[in-house]
């Protein structure tokens, strides 16, 4: 991969050092010939590890797309943001990127980040395709500029819910949210979904993201006498959670989302995290299609789970929509995106008129001897 070349892009944070590629001074790119397109996402902070999975994929993806020509005829070159998944800092990654004339951007991961981050790309004219952030709002406010490749969290809060109802009935649910718009976004989605089925959460509670100690909150959910605990959250908390439960002798079952998504959730949890229960799409790393890009991957020592492919996937539709519509004209490319299908490492796409992907819905994971798996 080392033909790519990137630009990073910091805003109050420190580019993984282990990007070691040729770096971009130039903001103008039409004089090396070259198409700049942007991925947005936390490569410093707690949820660095996600930011990983985009790096890669969109690394892996540049690298292949330019191998078969670029785009246009251009090869393609990456400008690196890191938002932290702080609001206020992918604004001003946004602005940075947009004040770069980047072609597009892949990002961002979280949905607090992604949604301050769209108003900018919207008053620059910039497409923005999101691999992970799933709050409703993101898609909701009539953007012509905004699509994400990940589902939503109504989609995800009610797959999550008929899973209880269908699978664990009579089981007491407890609901926590980080105060997050991903976290609280899909909590309250899955909440809503349960009472409506007539199922009302023990108790329904916000979390405090970054603690260390959850044992207080524990001894409530046991006087709540919780079967199940659902999390609108990240890995961290619910590893923490789930291990403190335990440690507390506490064998409620945790539940969550595509925040648990990744193999540092064990890392934190070990045997504790067994059982756990997360939704996601269909595991892309299955498909047959996928078995050279997987094997590429695994060659290098990194697992491409998560959002690895759909970073991948999302510069695959956009490559395609650019080359449909024989321009990098936005309109022009969103346009193509709404109207045709694509195929990519995560199957074949379409996008909806909001800009929401038209593809896998979600499924049930559950966590066994540190690697999670479909559940039954």
């Avoid at 805003?11 to 903001?27: E, R, S």
């Avoid at 089981?171 to 997050?180: G, H, M, N």
């Amino acid at each position: 991969m080392n033909n790519v070349k990137i630009l990073a892009v910091v805003a109050g944070a420190t580019l993984l050092a282990a990007v070691a590629y040729k770096t971009l001074a130039p903001a103008d790119h039409s004089a090396d010939n070259t198409i700049l397109i942007g991925v947005a996402g936390p490569f410093s902070g707690q949820e660095a590890g996600f930011g990983e999975q985009f790096r890669r994929g969109a690394l892996k993806a540049v690298d292949d797309l330019n191998a078969q020509g670029g785009v246009l005829g251009k090869p393609l070159t990456l400008a690196l943001g890191d938002d932290a998944c702080d609001p206020k800092q992918a604004r001003t990654v946004a602005e940075d990127l947009a004040s770069k004339k980047v072609a597009f951007v892949a990002g961002h991961f979280c949905s607090g980040s992604s949604i301050p981050a769209s108003e900018v790309y919207a008053e620059n004219n910039i497409l923005q395709i999101s691999p992970a952030s799933t709050n409703p709002k993101l898609t909701e406010r009539g953007f012509a500029n905004v699509f994400r490749t990940c589902g939503r969290d109504d989609s995800q809060g009610k797959v999550a819910a008929q899973y209880v109802i269908a699978k664990l009935p009579g089981k007491k649910v407890a609901v926590l949210d980080d105060k997050s718009a991903y976290g609280q976004g899909l909590a309250d989605e899955f909440a809503a979904n349960l009472t409506a089925a007539g199922v009302v959460p023990v108790m329904r509670e916000s979390i405090a993201a970054g603690e260390k100690d959850y044992s207080a909150l524990v001894s409530r959910l046991k006087e709540a006498q919780a079967d199940i605990v659902y999390l609108g959250g990240y890995k961290t908390e619910g590893g923490l959670i789930v291990r403190q439960m335990r440690d507390q002798g506490m064998t409620a079952t945790l539940m969550g989302g595509d925040g648990l998504v990744t193999e540092e959730f064990w890392a934190i949890t070990g045997p504790a995290g067994q059982g756990t229960l997360m939704t996601f799409s269909p595991d892309p790393r299955l498909l047959p299609r996928n078995a050279d890009l997987v094997a590429f991957f695994r060659a290098r020592n990194y697992e491409p789970e998560a959002y690895t492919l759909y970073t991948y996937a999302t510069i695959q539709a956009w490559a395609q929509a650019v080359a449909k519509a024989g321009t990098l004209d936005s309109k022009a490319v969103a346009d193509t995106l709404r109207a045709s299908q694509f195929d990519t490492a995560i199957g074949t796409i379409g996008f909806d008129s909001k800009g929401d992907v038209a593809g896998p819905t979600y499924v049930m994971y559950v966590w066994k001897d540190g690697k999670y798996t479909y559940a039954e």
